[in-house]
């Protein structure tokens, strides 16, 4: 069975959770996209994991992992990731993490540009609130041919790969040094570098592809692992202010290695109310006063995995979250984090967006979302702890009519409704995978 798990929003919607709880019954976790700019948050019985490239399967000793083609790889980063898990126990090695060679380097330039243009761009005021992780030029030189590819490592000796480092180095040197004016970095001290990870990476890599076909073929249980949401995705989102990736499900075979299999079922993530890091337009923190967000954003913890920046916080969206599905095309929905507005007497509900006064139909990134203004609606709170609940049955009854108010507004059953951090703290509320 072949299944996607990805964000409806703004990403941050607590999808590692819902990842780990489906790795306990699947043999493969792959992620298919997106590099080490976000972050999946998982607590276990070992306390707390901020996972930022490896899967979120990782956490489960039978669980094999996959980095796929469609990602950007900082491989400094991901040692450094395998390092700190391993300390706590964690076993990381070739035969439960594969590495696609298909997958690109996140060169060591690559973060050095991004800083320096979101700097250029911060004194003009136009910043697009970039991670400074050098995403954007790792898939921007992926599409221009003009980085390495993770198989590449495994034939540094041979002049088609020099040459290729040649022509690649020649070409940024001449753009950071024209536009920036950074001195020229060495070719011998790249040649090392990448001999360097070589050494260390080489067991990992291998054609993915294959062995996620064999896998499949044979009826194994494959999770494909999304970063961010569908307002960050490169085509679909909040455009320019998206990631440089396909964060949605119709990419999810592709970008693991496998396009030619199709998806199963796509579990969509909605978080209880809506959260955002990053610029660009997010209607959902002006419904309310900043008063009211500082403390919902302090009882959600709504600081990035990845960076720690506060997150933008707002009342739950629901326009937003009808395009974001309609997007993903998700069969399943899991609703993260109701316990977080269990002390509110009272809980706002976005139901529809004005513009100059006018009703806006529906969500569109082309249209001037700076501008419109949130309609709310509010409903009664349940001011009691949830965390406790181990079935639908047992949520006070204002808690089931917020999810399934929710569910009118975006006519889509939700089925799974997370009431606490913790891997038990859960309840289904219809049939689950």
């Keep these: 069975m072949l299944t996607a798990v990805t964000g409806i929003n703004w990403g941050d919607e607590g999808k590692g959770r819902v990842i780990d709880l489906l790795a306990e019954h699947a043999d493969v976790v792959a992620r298919y996209q997106g590099g080490n700019n976000a972050g999946h948050t998982v607590v276990t019985e070992q306390g ?7 899967p979120s399967g990782i956490l489960h000793p039978d669980v094999v992992c996959v980095l796929g083609a469609g990602m950007v790889i900082d491989l400094d980063h991901l040692a450094g990731e395998m390092d700190a898990i391993e300390e706590r126990g964690v076993k990381v090695g070739p035969e439960n993490l594969k590495l696609s060679d298909k997958a ?15 700097d250029r761009l911060a004194q003009k005021g136009a910043a697009f609130g970039s991670t400074r992780r ?7 030189d ?17 002049k088609r790969v020099q040459d290729r480092l040649h022509m690649i180095l020649e070409s940024k040197n001449l753009e950071l040094g024209g536009c920036y004016h950074q001195e020229p970095m060495s070719y011998d001290a790249l040649l090392e570098w990448c001999r360097m990870q070589a050494g260390q990476f080489a067991p990992y890599i291998c054609d993915v592809g294959a062995f996620l076909q064999q896998a499949h073929d044979s009826g194994k249980r494959i999770v494909l692992e999304a970063q961010l949401g569908a307002m960050r995705d490169i085509d679909y989102g909040i455009f320019p202010f998206t990631s440089s990736s396909n964060t949605l499900a119709a990419y999810a075979p592709l970008g693991a290695g496998i396009p030619n299999c199709r998806l199963d079922h796509v579990v969509g993530v909605l978080k209880a109310y809506s959260t955002c890091v990053g610029a660009g337009p997010f209607a959902a923190e002006n419904a309310m006063n900043e008063d009211w967000n500082e403390q919902l954003r302090k009882a959600g913890g709504e600081y990035g995995a990845a960076t720690g920046r506060p997150r933008r916080v707002g009342p739950f969206d629901c326009v937003a979250s009808r395009y974001g599905l309609t997007c993903q095309g998700a069969d399943k929905i899991a609703l993260t984090k109701l316990d977080v507005l269990s002390s ?22 082309l249209s001037d979302l700076d501008r419109v203004e949130p309609v709310v609606t509010m ?4 001011n009691k702890d949830i965390s406790g609940c181990k079935s639908w049955d047992e949520l006070p009854k204002e808690a089931k009519a917020y999810v399934e108010f929710l569910e009118k507004q975006l006519g889509h059953e939700i089925q799974f409704v997370s009431t606490g951090a913790e891997r038990e703290k859960f309840v289904l509320k219809g049939a689950w995978l």
Aim: negative net charge.
């Design 48 to 54: 707390k994991f901020i996972l930022n490239l490896l």
């Design 104 to 118: 690109t380097i996140s060169m060591p330039w690559h973060k050095v540009q991004d800083g320096l243009e979101e």
């Design 134 to 140: 050098g995403i954007a030029y790792a898939y921007s």
């Design 142 to 158: 992926k599409y221009r041919k003009k980085t390495l590819r993770l198989g590449d490592l495994l034939h540094l000796d041979e």
């Design 344 to 365: 509110m007497k009272e809980i706002p509900v976005i139901t529809g967006y004005t513009l100059d006064g006018v009703q806006v139909p529906s969500f569109d990134p």
């Design 379 to 382: 409903l009664p709170g349940w």
